[in-house]
Nanobody, 121 residues
Framework: QVQVVESGGGLVQAGGSLRLSCEASGSILSIRTMGWYLQAPGKERELVASITNSGNTNYADSVKGRFAVSRDYAKKTVYLQMNSLKPEDTAVYYC???????????????WGQGTQVTVSA
């Protein structure tokens, strides 16, 4: 079994910072891309930032210059440092991990349970 667990959400004032963490554990052979998505009420889930196993990063235009994604390969953990937060960043943030459990299986995507981020004006 594979578990993906996020932490670090909460309530912060506009202009403040939060750091999200996401750890993958269990029967994992290798991890490819780890990323963060957000879902605001009534809207579809959308990519915030991702990082590949070679360290290449990708960001949504709305967070460039404010958010930074990083990864601890040994701990199978991805982080999202969120600075200069805005009320429109309010959403549930989900961690996504693309991994292989064995050589026989292809790459599968796993999601965390989500963590609420609320930014007050």
């Amino acid at each position: 079994q594979v578990q993906v667990v996020e932490s670090g959400g909460g309530l912060v004032q506009a202009g403040g910072s939060l750091r999200l963490s996401c750890e993958a554990s269990g029967s994992i052979l290798s991890i490819r891309t780890m990323g963060w998505y957000l879902q605001a009420p009534g809207k579809e889930r959308e990519l915030v930032a991702s990082i590949t196993n070679s360290g290449n990063t990708n960001y949504a235009d709305s967070v460039k210059g404010r958010f930074a994604v990083s990864r601890d390969y040994a701990k199978k953990t991805v982080y999202l440092q969120m600075n200069s937060l805005k009320p429109e960043d309010t959403a549930v943030y989900y961690c996504n991990v693309q991994l292989r459990k064995s050589w026989e299986l292809g790459t599968e995507a796993y999601w965390g349970q989500g963590t609420q981020v609320t930014v007050s004006a």
